[in-house]
């Protein structure tokens, strides 16, 4: 059980707070991705001095290493990675479909290859609620399937229908568990007819907040946008909203002006890890040699370590050496922005003002000085 | 110009402090090693938590990349690295004989090729000092030849005679930089009478501190001990002395005990990158399986971010799992764990205890659990 408080609304945007056992979640709010137990390149009171109110760990990951059962062992994954705050678990669904090898789909679940060591290895709707709960995860993701798009109407129908039996599996296995949460996941492609289907059939079945699956798979954000409006309009009113795998700081203001609550994306960390920055002015490669002598701070208004007391030419150096400085720093930086940026958009809904809020930032954003 | 102030000594060790202009270094002091302008893995207010006073940089690295001209219009390696307590850079000279190619020594100085790009370069006395004066190194090192170990008698008299001119030549080109400290560097092998004559020659010259050479490189702990004691006598009791490079905890013991007072090495830092922790019990291996499920942090009464909040069982996944944490962990630990030991050699000095403090400290880092 959650406990869902709306304190503004601004069109169909809306701005407040998800209540859970380990603490409040200002919505709309941005969940590093924790993969295996680490926001990578960050100590967990970094990712905290970010801004952020939860994270989100992968079950696929953690089942596979250290092990789901070893980290009941030791605690459950909070204590484990020494993170006191909410955690969201994807159902390792998603990862199943992208990272692992021989694959095999029936009724009752998936068997797949880890990725790891190539071990057999299965996942169910009731397997992957019972690793979510041995996690001690505050919102447990149902498992569904993920197909690749594009896929043609009948395709994502048949699956989606998979996907909503196993939905129901997963909500009576996650039974009642006194202050965790468990969220449905909306599939259906980009088509609105499945979408609403989708979001009905859950809505049948009862859950604590509703994902939006199947998105930022390539389907280009005009289509992401239009299925989010599709979607949006059949979900209740009173529970959380989450586009997963979410995306581009544009992609974030298009979803949270259409009702979006939650969002994740590993955007950030990567690109972190790989010399990009986000600012409000575009992204910068700090692989670029024209960094090289530029004694300006990333931005000179962000709070972040990165842009109090080192220069566009450190991080340029560091980048250009591999050193780990350079992920950290850029990393630091970046989900500093990401979570500036939700602060922003709370502010603006709380105002009134999301509309002048999006056009300011829309404009800024697009004069990137890389050309993103 | 450098302020050496002895406050106690125990046997022929000493403690006390060495007042720079941008700091005081408590002695014995251990450096952490800032290669690239980054103690790799580490932000520099966490090298600063770990109790350091002083980092090493290199001077090869720096001068290859970003370049030295570069740090200086940047406003010198301080505010580069946003590190704003002393700092001690080597001459480049050990590098370029363990790290670049096609090295051709001659009286006037060294040319080789660059490790990153092939490209050639030229480093001589003059030039060593000269990149050191525009990183702005608070304690510059003089250029000299660093022959590989075994050698002969005959063929380390070569290399130290030509390793005292340049020495000269290298004291002349500092001149006299306000606030900033000039080492000579005692050569000789491990050959008492080289070593004599190396220090002798030093003096007659004479230099803000003297740093002692070409140990640590193969020959052995009781053979580097030997040397040292064959040494120091030779050195003024009024200047800091710096063994370069070294090294295990056991070696900068006994190095203590024979009256040196600085260190530096890559080895907490490096080992930490490599899934090893140093311990009052010896090192630990992180990477063992017996540590999988072990819920003990490293050791309970360390005050380093590993050891608040991180099991031994979560520093094994990360380093299987080769996350970026792990190294920052077990770095910010070894480090921790090195000026820890410093800590406590000053204490058993001032308390003229150090005997005891060695003992136990033999007795107990002897035990290692993982076999060292």
Redesign the interface.
């Known amino acids: 059980m959650t406990s869902l408080v709306i304190s503004a609304t601004d069109g169909t945007a809306r701005m407040g707070e998800l209540r859970l056992r380990r603490g409040t979640v200002r919505l709309p709010a941005f969940m590093p991705v924790g993969t ?3 926001v ?5 009171e970094q990712v905290r001095e970010s801004g952020a109110d939860i994270l989100l760990g992968n079950t696929y990951h953690l089942m596979l ?2 092990g789901a059962e ?1 980290i009941q ?3 459950g994954l909070h204590k ?3 993170w006191p705050l909410p955690v969201l678990t994807d159902s390792g669904g998603f990862q199943v479909m992208s990272l692992s090898s021989l694959r095999k789909i029936t009724e009752e679940g998936v068997e797949f290859r880890s990725h790891i060591d190539g071990a057999a290895e299965f996942l169910s709707p009731e397997r992957a609620m019972e690793i979510q709960r041995q996690l001690g995860s505050d919102i447990q993701m149902v498992l569904d399937e993920c197909p690749a798009l594009p896929a043609s109407h009948e395709r994502i129908e048949q699956s989606l229908a998979l996907s909503m039996r196993w939905a129901a599996r997963s909500r009576a296995a996650f039974g009642e568990q006194d202050g965790h949460a468990c969220f449905g996941i909306v599939q259906g492609g980009i088509f609105a007819d499945l979408r609403r289907n989708s979001a009905q059939a859950l809505r049948e079945i009862g859950f604590d907040g509703y994902a939006i699956g199947g998105l930022a798979v390539g389907e280009g954000q005009a289509a992401m946008l239009e299925t989010l409006e599709a979607t949006i309009p059949h979900l209740p009113a009173d529970r959380p909203r989450y586009l997963m795998g979410v995306g581009k700081p544009d992609d974030i203001v298009g979803a949270v002006e259409r009702g979006v609550d939650m969002f994740d994306c590993v955007l950030p960390t990567r690109s972190g890890r790989n010399g990009q920055a986000f600012t409000w002015h575009g992204p910068l490669n700090l692989k670029n040699a024209r960094h ?2 530029d ?1 300006r701070p990333l931005d000179p208004d962000c709070r972040c ?1 990165a842009c109090r ?3 566009r ?2 991080l ?3 980048v ?2 591999n ?3 350079a ?2 720093l850029l990393t630091a930086h970046n989900l500093t922005f990401y979570q500036d940026l939700m602060a922003g958009l709370r502010q603006a809904i709380a105002d009134g003002a999301l509309g002048a809020f999006a056009a300011q930032f829309r404009a800024d954003y697009g004069a990137a000085e890389d050309g993103g």
Do not use: C, N, Q
């Not at 990578?40 to 967990?44: F, I, N, R």
């Open positions: 295996a137990a680490t990578k390149g960050m100590l967990p290493r250290p070893r062992r030791l605690g484990f990675m020494d090289a002598e004694a370590r007391g080192f220069s030419a450190y340029h150096h560091v250009k050496a050193e780990i400085i992920a950290m």
